[in-house]
């Protein structure tokens, strides 16, 4: 069988650490190289100890063209991701991105460009399993609450707020919610945000606290009662196995696929 060659975006992060071992000990997948922002040209054994000849290029379009990848895994900063997805794309390479923090007109273009090349690609905001169900089960009490609030809680190092997962829980619950203006009528912040961001009338508060990794509770409520739903991941091996799945399916796709609810059945 034919090994998946792969280049890993952001290989000395938190994620791009475990990404790289994710790729290093799957049996049918190559780590072609890696994108970093140093020690280009050096390999990673030699730049990061890291059991592999792999070579860190801080070129994209030299690493493409040196190594001819198939997929991409970017795991960097939203700006830095957009980039790659975009080169990625346009040099025939299939993107599989846990970055978050991609505003709806990055998406819409990701997907035109997807329709253009006919190659997959598989943007993720949460990679956990747990966390997926976490969505699908809040998009199914949506239907029967229509009052709810995200609360997600990250580790104080995260860069965009509110996260990825949350954005991605707001829109599922809103394909099945009217929109709502939650709250009393005449409420008033105090102190700004103290009501948290406004989605369609819903609420997602974000706490970052040192401590912390991925949390999220989704809180509904109706007369006399409450449901609330909550996925925490302790440790970021918890979304390797998304991680795996999605670089097997980006291969097999010919459009965006954005959300991994999307290929688990
Ligand atoms: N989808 C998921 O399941 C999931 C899970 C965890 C984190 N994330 C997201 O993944 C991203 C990375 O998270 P993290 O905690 O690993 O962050 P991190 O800050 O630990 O890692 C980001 C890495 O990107 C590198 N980088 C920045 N610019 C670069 C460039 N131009 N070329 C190559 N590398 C570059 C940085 O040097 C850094 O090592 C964030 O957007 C985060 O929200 C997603
Ligand atoms: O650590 C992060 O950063 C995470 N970001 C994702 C998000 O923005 O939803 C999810 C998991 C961890």
Redesign the pocket.
């Known amino acids: 069988m034919k090994k998946v060659k792969i280049v890993v975006?952001?290989?000395?992060?938190?994620?791009?650490?475990?990404a790289v071992e994710l790729v290093l000990e799957t049996e049918n997948f190559e780590l072609a190289g890696?994108?970093?922002?140093?020690n280009d040209g050096k390999s990673l054994r030699e730049a990061e100890g890291v059991d592999s000849d792999a070579l860190i290029y801080?070129d994209?379009y030299k690493c493409f063209k040196e190594q001819q990848p198939d997929v991409l895994i970017?795991?960097?900063?939203?700006?830095?991701?957009m980039?790659?997805t975009v080169i990625a794309l346009e040099s025939g390479v299939r993107p599989v991105?846990?970055?978050?923090?991609f505003s709806t007109g990055d998406l819409a273009k990701l997907e035109d460009l997807c329709k253009q090349t006919r190659l997959g690609c598989i943007i993720?905001?949460?990679?956990?399993v747990g966390?997926v169900l976490m969505m699908k089960f809040s998009k199914m009490a949506a239907r029967y609450f229509s009052d709810v609030e995200i609360i997600e809680l990250?580790?104080d190092?995260?860069?965009?707020a509110p996260?990825?997962?949350a954005v991605k829980t707001a829109e599922m619950i809103s394909s099945v919610r009217e929109r709502k203006k939650q709250g009393h009528n005449d409420e008033k912040e105090a102190i700004p945000g103290a009501r948290g961001a406004d989605f369609e009338g819903m609420h997602i508060h974000s706490v970052r606290l040192p401590g912390l990794?991925?949390h999220q509770q989704v809180m509904f409520g109706s007369d006399g009662q409450t449901l609330s739903i909550r996925h925490d991941?302790y440790n970021?091996a918890s979304?390797m196995s998304?991680?795996k799945l999605a670089v097997e399916t980006v291969m097999e796709k010919d459009s965006l696929v954005y959300g991994?609810e999307n290929i688990i059945e």
Do not use: C, W, Y
Not at 9 to 18: I, Q, V
């Open positions: 975006a952001g290989p000395r992060g938190r994620m791009g650490k475990e890696v994108l970093d922002r140093r801080t994209i970017d795991l960097t900063t939203p700006e830095v991701g980039e790659h991105v846990g970055t978050t923090g993720a905001p949460n990679f956990a966390a990250h580790h190092q995260k860069l965009d996260s990825g997962t990794i991925a991941s970021r979304f998304g991680v991994l």
